[in-house]
């Protein structure tokens, strides 16, 4: 990195290039709280320590020009010049994670997803807070998805950065469907699912009497629950928002699945309650309403970690555009209502656990999936039985398959 006033402006237009993915008002928000916090004031320059260092004001600012360059670039879909510029930024400077984040993004859009993926390592590694490259990373080291468009999407007018990325967004699709021989056609069918393991990193959820963490359940279950769809269901593909104990913004979680055009989204969570009795398994669809005081109890404890997240960003957001979300996602609602009926139903059965049925609240992390998306939860760690339950990994298995059969099931119910 070359100076940290130029670090400053580098993750500032690092919120307008997200924008220019869509990812606005999505991943930008944890930057100003994440990442610029912590950092020296504006007009203090001090070199970061590493071979960087020795870098020139000059050549410093030759780098943050053709970084931005690029990132224009990449924004006007004019990929292969944006890889050119931001390769000339590379040899400059070797360590600069926004370069290298940029570069993944570009090699990504020109098809080179190998070296996408190195490009994003790298930016992670040297930025750790970089978030996004690291689950781009992941990502992409995962199965790809198969290609095909987002089923029945009601045309909107949209701004040149939404157009800009629905253009990258499109390439990448074509992208991804070469890769798999080819698209497997339109319609609401389950074919790829996002399994969210809640919380990571800083955010532990909820924590037992005995000192279990919520988030390291959540990532058990959906890993678990992934490698079983893998093994009985392998024409579904399957992704996670995380595969290790880090923190994912509640928003990006979505976006990832947005983005990959995911045909339903399942978020793990373990319930907590004052009343160390409670106990049981209940399933949650989004809802802007509460169905009860207890529902919205759950979601203001599941949005908790939203006061690390700068939200308004998401007020970038127009009025129309927002109107036409809203109605989108009734049908995204209404199709959860009934996914969620179902995954309560399996759980219940399967786990002989109390049936504390489907409820509904406004879930932050479910509010902006362009898909069906419900939250489970899958046992209280508050409950001392239910938190050693939780704890066992036989029972962390038999949970991981119930999900699995729910979803076999429910994708088998969508295919016509
Ligand atoms: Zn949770």
Known sequence: MADVLTRRVFLRRMATGLAAQGLLGVLSPMLPAQTLAGLPPPDTFVPDSGTNATLTPETASRVFDLAMQGQNLLAEGRYE???RVLRQAAGLSSEDDFVQGLLGRALLATGEQKAAIVHFRTAASLNPEDTYSRMMADMLSQRPAAGGAVANAPAKPLTPLEAAARQEEERMARWLA????????????IRR?????????????????????????????ALGCAAMLERQAPDLRVFLTRTEDYYVPLSARTAVANQYSADIFISFHCNASENRDARGVETYFCSERASSNEAQRVARFENAVLRYEDTAASAEVTGIEELLFRYERRRYWQAA??????????LAA????????VHSADF??????????????????????EERLLADSGYRQRIAASVAAGIIRLAGAGRS
């Open 81 to 83: 010049d944006a890889l």
């Open 178 to 189: 070469e890769q798999q021989g080819a698209g497997t056609g339109t319609g609401y069918r």
């Open 350 to 357: 399967r786990l002989q656990l109390p049936d504390r049925g």
């Open 337 to 346: 209502d009934a996914a969620a009926g179902f995954m309560q139903q399996v």
């Open 193 to 221: 699912v996002v399994l969210d393991p809640g919380h990571g990193g800083f955010d532990s959820g909820a924590v037992g009497s005995y000192g279990l963490k919520e988030k390291d359940v959540n990532l058990a279950l």
């Open 364 to 385: 932050y992390v479910l509010r902006k999936a362009r898909m069906p998306s419900v939250l489970l939860e899958t046992g209280f760690v508050s409950n001392m039985q």
